[in-house]
């Protein structure tokens, strides 16, 4: 899921693993110094909340030794999305799950405890709270499971996500060159080993040919077809299908 969030350029911050506040709160762009005077709407908490939907025995809490009393612990969420389009910046709450059918269920325990009767239901309260916090702020949520993104998009993203911060050690010609001479092989049919070994004469330097070649396709440079296997080793398959386009309805902002 993260590598696909990265993979859009109008994506600007993403939090993973973010608290869903007991208390009273503010959206969270109401305290960016660009847009704090923004009208942004607010959430009650979710102990407010939790309360007002009849599930407060399901909330989490932890003992506070100096209170002497147990205190809400919050609820995590998996990741938001800060994006930015022609209309100004908003967020998008990503659901992730491995499969769809985990939605609002327990979350990875021992069968017998995730089965329980008791567990259902706090996966259940966790899920209206959830939802109900987020409508608050007017943050859509999307659900993102990993069986309903194409598995060759998937691996592709994550691999050239890892590749994608590495400094190449090329001289900055040669990586121009380089440039021009792998859109030139996307349009007729050079491998990409083929024009590293033809372009780059020291063997050593061809791991960071090959990690150029991995930006260019991660910062959308060179568009390739992500929905198939990547072989520096065969010719490049042309873009037949965007992600982005294909998975936009993962990024679209609250419909007005």
């Not at 809400?72 to 769809?100: E, H, R």
Request: hydrophobic share 35%.
């Amino acid at each position: 899921g993260g590598a696909l969030a990265l993979y859009n350029e109008n994506l600007w911050g993403l939090h993973e693993q973010h608290q869903l506040h007991p208390r009273p709160a503010s959206h969270p762009l109401a305290e960016h110094p660009h847009w704090r005077r923004w009208p942004w709407p607010t959430t009650s908490g979710t102990v407010t909340l939790a309360a007002s939907l009849g599930v407060w025995r399901f909330h989490p809490t932890y003992y506070d030794e100096e209170k002497g009393d147990y205190e809400p612990f919050p609820w995590i969420g998996d990741f938001l999305l800060f994006l930015k389009d022609q209309t100004g910046p908003y967020v998008v709450s990503w659901d992730s799950k491995t499969s769809a059918s985990q939605y609002g269920k327990p979350g990875p325990k021992p069968f017998e405890k995730r089965s329980s009767s008791r567990e259902i239901a706090k996966a259940e309260a966790r899920e209206k709270v959830y939802r109900a916090y987020m409508s608050e702020l007017r943050i859509p949520i999307r659900r993102v499971s990993g069986s309903d993104i194409d598995a060759d998009v998937r691996m592709n993203l994550l691999r050239l996500l890892k590749l994608s911060a590495r400094s190449p050690e090329l001289t900055d010609s040669l990586t121009c060159d380089l440039a021009c001479a792998f859109s030139e092989a996307l349009k007729t049919g050079e491998p990409p080993t083929s024009v590293i070994r033809r372009m780059v004469h020291d063997p050593r330097q061809w791991p960071h040919a090959k990690t150029l070649l991995d930006q260019l396709i991660w910062h959308r440079k060179l568009r390739v077809d992500l929905f198939r296997p990547i072989h520096v080793n065969r010719p490049l398959e042309p873009e037949q299908r965007d992600v982005l386009d294909v998975y936009a309805n993962l990024y679209t902002r609250e419909s007005s």
